[in-house]
């Protein structure tokens, strides 16, 4: 048992690029006026998440709309394949959310100093602050600005590691107790089901939620 979770999360290094890369094989693409179902559906569900994460940007903010779209889209597609059998997911790992946040992160707050340099200084020191309590206010809100990306990696990895390790837990105690108490199995069977149809939705709506992040945090810089 022991073991099994020590080397459950492990990095397969050989294949990493092909796990990261395959992600985009699996959206189809078309040049036809007339397409599929399938494409139809994809085509639908961008537009639907597009709307979402976009409506409240101006000119420079909805161009970012390809990143951002890009972005749901690989997380999502990660997330998911991560919970075939035998496979892995790239986003249990800090190391990958924290290469996809601090530059998202780090280009918005560039983008602010950059274009509203003023508004993204004064989000440093709340209107109405007592004098005496400025210091050590600039202090809080630019720790708080600058472990941002850390508590969005942390968030996304937590969120499917978590989800993971139930799942993985469910399936070895319902094996064990195949051979140990045939008639109990029912109860963590089911559970190992319910369990999976969560990780499902979570699967998407951390990508949604990483996405929409980064996309509020764009609306205050932009």
Request: overall charge positive; aromatic content about 6%; glycine content about 4%.
């Amino acid at each position: 048992m022991n073991e099994g979770l020590s080397t459950f999360f492990d990095v397969p290094m050989g294949t990493m690029t092909l796990i990261v890369a395959f992600p985009a094989i699996l959206l189809p693409t078309t040049n036809r006026l007339i397409t599929n179902r399938l494409v139809t559906i994809q085509q639908w569900l961008i537009q639907l998440i597009m709307k979402q994460l976009l409506t409240i940007h101006n000119t420079k903010g909805l161009s970012w709309s390809l990143m951002l779209i890009t972005l749901t889209l690989f997380i999502g597609l990660t997330n998911l394949l991560g919970l075939l059998p035998y496979s892995f997911t790239p986003t249990t790992q800090l190391s990958m959310n924290l290469s996809m946040a601090i530059p998202l992160w780090t280009g918005t707050v560039i983008l602010g100093l950059r274009h509203k340099t003023k508004v993204s200084l004064a989000h440093l020191l709340p209107q109405g602050t007592p004098t005496f309590l400025i210091p050590m206010i600039i202090v809080i809100e630019t720790i708080s600005l600058l472990i941002r990306p850390i508590t969005l990696a942390v968030r996304l990895t937590a969120n499917i590691t978590a989800g993971h390790l139930l799942i993985h837990l469910t399936g070895t105690a319902t094996l064990t107790l195949l051979s140990i108490h045939p008639m109990t199995i029912t109860v963590t069977f089911i559970t190992m089901i319910l369990l999976t149809i969560l990780e499902l939705a979570v699967a998407l709506i951390q990508a949604y939620v990483f996405a929409l992040l980064v996309s509020l945090y764009l609306y205050e810089n932009a």
